[in-house]
């Protein structure tokens, strides 16, 4: 199902080419997910050597048992090579040099949080707290990056495009917008990365989907951070090789917060926060399930007894799901046709 998955998405790179007549998605695409793939396969032992071997948290399904000592901060691997191949894309361009930034600033914060969990054998690293202030630390610096660049929002910054033709301007606001939507994404893509496959193989979908999306807007759509996204599509179908069940290799904090934050840039340059918030639909149904339940649980909860109701059988979603009686491949493959029918969905309906 991966290699059907890696199919799809190169098949529609190429006929996207095809239109395009050159190669902006497709050669990125295949490049990143071969050397990724390589340099995963050469990591793996190497990290099971230094005894990076993931922390399952105990309030997790039981059947996660079993997946403690996987090798985890598969990120470091593979973010770099999406990375750097996205910025052999356009190496003129400087926005790729931000985007770039960002993404291996969050990488370094989940690199942190991995390693703090390693360390003490307990799978919680940096506080909440001091996790989120780092998030928005390099949040705020990239959006003052980009506001001097004015490539903030697109040609007109401050203007939100939206289906239809329609423009939702919302001028300084953009600012404390585009910190919230690298906090919430970051975070969201964080969450989902609960099953074997499961955000690798969402990822390479909505990377694939964004790319899509910038190349068939026409003179609105934006070929460099088209092949930003091919080529981060790639490294994580490169990794997925690796990932998928029964997992060799976990990406950790280190690739998940890394993963948000590189959608978050890309859809904030390119004025494509609508096709984001809809393509990653499944990353933002992962991040409601925990918030409802939290606020369902504490809104019933019983002053005596300290227990109230539970929308979910367990949050974030796949575990919901997982519990119901659908088996660990079975969740993450309809996740994965979830993320397909969303991208659709949103190549349907462009900005």
Known sequence: MALLLGGILLLACLLSDWHSRSLQLSAPLLLAALVSGGVTAWGVPRLQRLKLGQVIREDGPQGHRSKAGTPTMGGLLVVPVGVLVGGLIAPGDPRLVAVAAVT????????????????????????????????????TLFLIWAGLGQWLGGADAGDIALPLGWVLPIGLLIWPLGLFVFMAESNATNLTDGLDGLAAGCGAVVFTGMGLQLMLRGHGGDASLAGFCAAMAG?????????????????????????????????LLANSLWPLLLMGGVFLAESLSVILQVWVFKATKDPATGQGRRLFKMAPLHHHFELGG???????IRFWIASLLLVGLGLVLLP
């Open 235 to 267: 490294c994580w179908l490169g990794f997925l090789a690796h990932n998928r069940h029964p997992a060799r290799l976990f990406m950790g904090d280190t690739g998940s917060l890394a993963m948000g934050a590189a959608l978050s840039a890309v859809a």
């Open 326 to 332: 659908l088996g660990e491949q079975t969740v993450v």
């Open 104 to 139: 291996l600033a969050f990488m370094a914060i989940g690199a942190i949080d991995d390693w703090r969990s390693l360390t003490r054998q307990t799978n919680k690293g940096l506080s909440a707290r001091a996790k989120l202030l780092l998030q928005a630390l390099a949040a």
